[in-house]
């Protein structure tokens, strides 16, 4: 947990949660990507964050810890936490940043420039209490995907909310193309010091159970999150499948 007395801190803190299990990919943190282990290019490429003052790999695996640490990067053990929002809370409260960012330790194909217009964002209003990245539905077929998160804005580019389900609803006769009313989540958050430590205070809230999307609890109890539309979404590793599409994508822009 953050304590109250750091609540003043100054900087930047990048925190990539990884763990070992997963159920569609068991120890892909530690899989090969041109040589190195995946967490491994992800902090490699989160090295290049200009805005950043630290970027820290979270794992409560030693094997994950020795791969990153034998890479030369920073790694911290943390307890066994169920989300990985909770593991960045452990790590934040040992450093002293006023922004934290989660970065999943999945896409080493990231694009920096929008991990650093989100810092920006953050350290240029700081009323906001979070910060997200989303982009353009490419079609009504992606849109309808369940897997897929959309977020609708207000008028300043806030989030009102977040669902799995195809929001917003079409009314009958009316001529609008709803997919393009909505923008697809890419699970990159910045956080605001205090914000985090408010957000771990609290208890789950009804519609983040319902859809199994923590950002509906900061929703539900009055937190900002300003949504920062990128052009496309990052490539994540949830199968080996996706691993072999990240390797094709990784030697075309590295000429490897």
Same mark, same amino acid.
């Given at each position: 947990?953050?304590?109250?007395?750091?609540?003043?801190a100054?900087?930047?803190?990048?925190?990539? &949660? !990884?763990?070992?299990?997963? +159920?569609?990919?068991?120890?892909? $943190?530690? #899989?090969?990507?041109?040589?190195?282990?995946?967490? =491994?290019?992800?902090?490699?490429?989160?090295?290049s964050?200009?805005?950043?003052?630290?970027?820290?790999?979270?794992?409560?695996?030693?094997?994950?810890?020795?791969?990153?640490?034998?890479?030369?990067?920073?790694?911290?053990?943390?307890?066994?936490?169920?989300?990985?929002t909770d593991?960045?809370?452990?790590?934040?409260?040992?450093?002293?940043a006023?922004?934290i960012?989660?970065?999943?330790?999945d896409?080493?194909?990231?694009?920096?420039?929008?991990?650093?217009?989100?810092?920006?964002?953050?350290?240029d209003? &700081? !009323?906001?209490?979070?910060a +997200?990245?989303?982009?353009?539905? $490419?079609? #009504?077929?992606?849109?309808?995907?369940p897997?897929? =998160?959309?977020?609708?804005l207000d008028?300043?580019?806030?989030?009102?909310?977040?669902?799995?389900?195809?929001?917003?609803?079409?009314?009958?006769?009316?001529?609008?193309q709803?997919?393009?009313?909505?923008?697809?989540?890419?699970g990159?958050?910045?956080?605001?010091?205090t914000?985090?430590?408010?957000?771990?205070?609290?208890?789950?809230?009804?519609?983040?159970?319902?859809?199994?999307?923590?950002?509906?609890?900061?929703?539900?109890?009055g937190?900002?999150?300003?949504?920062?539309?990128?052009?496309?979404?990052?490539?994540?590793?949830?199968?080996?499948?996706d691993?072999?599409?990240?390797?094709g994508?990784?030697?075309?822009?590295?000429?490897?």
């Amino acid at each position: 947990m953050v304590s109250e007395s750091q609540t003043e801190a100054q900087g930047v803190l990048v925190v990539i &949660p !990884a763990r070992f299990g997963s +159920t569609r990919f068991p120890g892909k $943190a530690l #899989a090969d990507l041109e040589g190195r282990p995946l967490i =491994v290019r992800v902090a490699e490429n989160a090295a290049s964050i200009v805005r950043a003052d630290k970027v820290i790999v979270a794992t409560d695996d030693a094997r994950i810890r020795d791969a990153v640490l034998d890479a030369g990067y920073t790694c911290e053990m943390t307890g066994d936490h169920s989300t990985g929002t909770d593991r960045i809370g452990e790590v934040a409260s040992r450093h002293e940043a006023d922004i934290i960012l989660n970065l999943q330790g999945d896409e080493p194909l990231l694009d920096n420039r929008d991990v650093d217009r989100l810092i920006s964002t953050m350290q240029d209003d &700081p !009323a906001l209490d979070m910060a +997200t990245c989303a982009h353009p539905f $490419a079609d #009504a077929a992606s849109w309808r995907d369940p897997n897929n =998160v959309k977020v609708i804005l207000d008028g300043q580019g806030q989030a009102l909310y977040f669902s799995r389900a195809p929001i917003p609803g079409i009314f009958p006769g009316a001529e609008i193309q709803a997919h393009r009313a909505a923008m697809k989540h890419v699970g990159i958050y910045a956080f605001r010091r205090t914000a985090l430590l408010r957000f771990l205070a609290l208890d789950r809230t009804p519609l983040e159970r319902a859809e199994g999307l923590e950002q509906l609890r900061a929703l539900e109890n009055g937190m900002r999150i300003k949504v920062l539309e990128i052009a496309n979404a990052p490539v994540g590793v949830d199968t080996p499948a996706d691993l072999d599409i990240v390797r094709g994508m990784w030697r075309q822009q590295t000429g490897s």
